[in-house]
């Protein structure tokens, strides 16, 4: 069965901390991304990465970075974490060519 | 660029009525189509999907056509339940996605009551 992980749930963070968001899928998917859903804007793409040590940034990559050192793992990274990071954040995965996106449960984070 | 639009909710239903949720999209060339639905507390997975004009994609009794003269790809169902209370986002796949990026709509939330 089909499946994409997220590090946590929920994560309570303070403003300006260095926050680690960690996915991972055992579906050995060339191609992984990261989301985040807010109300009202729906998913808006963060980062995606197509290969190991490879990625692109997406239409809202400010103050984010991300990692790709393992095909199965990849990483969001908030530098310092701000309050209007605060969101929902959903990693998925999908094959090169194969249109379905798998999306892990999603991490909420709250920045205070 | 590319968009999706869909219809705001909430859309409140009473079980066993009529569902219509719409969805036009902005694209160049013959982007892809897809109805994702998200269950609370769930990340999102993947209803139905159209990948030309015409096709029709359909799962679970709920059914889209791909409508390319209207830029439409409406999401319906003849009889709801209580359990398809979700969060329904419409999304395209550029026809030059390499990538198989996805864009969402806004998201329409769905309540079925008995």
């Known amino acids: 069965d089909v499946k994409v992980t997220q590090s946590s749930r929920y994560l309570v963070k303070r403003t300006g901390e260095k926050v680690f968001l960690e996915c991972v899928q055992d579906m050995d998917h060339e191609n992984m991304f990261w989301y985040r859903q807010d109300p009202g804007l729906g998913l808006r793409l963060i980062y995606f990465s197509y290969d190991v040590k490879m990625k692109e940034k997406g239409d809202i990559p400010e103050g984010y970075s991300v990692s790709r050192e393992k095909k199965e793992r990849f990483s969001l990274i908030l530098e310092s974490a701000s309050t209007n990071q605060t969101s929902m954040y959903l990693c998925a995965s999908t094959l090169p060519g194969g249109h379905e996106q798998y999306f892990g449960p999603g991490t909420r984070l709250t920045v205070t | 660029g590319d968009s999706v639009t869909q219809m705001e909710g909430p859309v409140t239903l009473s079980e066993e009525a009529f569902l219509t949720i719409n969805c036009t999209y902005t694209?160049?060339?013959?982007?892809?189509l897809f109805w994702y639905v998200q269950y609370p507390g769930e990340g999102l997975q993947l209803l139905l999907k159209?990948?030309?004009?015409?096709d029709k994609g359909s799962n679970k009794g709920f059914e889209a056509t791909y409508r390319k003269e209207t830029t439409s790809f409406h999401l319906e169902k003849g009889s709801v339940q209580v359990s398809d209370s979700a969060v329904y986002f419409c999304a395209l796949s550029p026809f030059s996605g390499g990538y198989n990026k996805l864009i969402f709509g806004a998201g329409t939330r769905l309540a079925v009551h008995p």
């Open positions: 159209a990948t030309k004009a015409d």
């Open positions: 694209a160049t060339g013959y982007p892809s």
